[in-house]
């Protein structure tokens, strides 16, 4: 059964970057589209950005879009999300998840099956 785990989360300065990878473990993310979220205390879950099978397909929330980029390397076995220029209002724990479907524009966290645990990350001076 397909698990994921994120990592890189930690503490950054406003205008500050960080990248986060999400791994499979004891499976395969080839053929899965993934996503990334995130949640603020007191706040919905919302969607960052998605990637499809193959590369082709990949949105961003307006939020974060120019800032954060996408991306999968299924030789690694990874999805990363490379975040820069991070903001105080970036401060949530961000979850990776996959799906059976497809990355669409509207990143929705009912189309996402499998989760992982979240890594925290903090923008702050």
């Known amino acids: 059964q397909l698990q994921v785990v994120e990592s890189g989360g930690g503490l950054v300065q406003p205008g500050g970057s960080l990248r986060l990878s999400c791994a499979a473990s004891?499976?395969?993310?080839?053929?899965?589209?993934i996503g990334w979220f995130r949640q603020a205390p007191g706040k919905e879950r919302e969607g960052v950005a998605c990637?499809?099978?193959?590369?082709?397909?990949?949105h961003y929330a307006d939020s974060v879009k120019g800032r954060f980029t996408i991306s999968r390397d299924d030789a690694k076995n990874t999805v990363s999300l490379q975040m820069n220029s991070l903001k105080p209002e970036d401060t949530a724990t961000y979850f990776c998840?996959?799906?059976?479907?497809?990355?669409?524009?509207?990143?929705?966290?009912?189309?996402?099956?499998?989760w992982g645990r979240g890594t925290q990350v903090t923008v702050s001076s």
């Open positions: 990637i499809n099978s193959n590369s082709r397909i990949i």
């Open positions: 998840a996959a799906t059976l479907y497809y990355c669409k524009a509207a990143i929705t966290r009912d189309d996402y099956e499998v």
């Open positions: 004891a499976y395969t993310l080839t053929g899965y589209p």
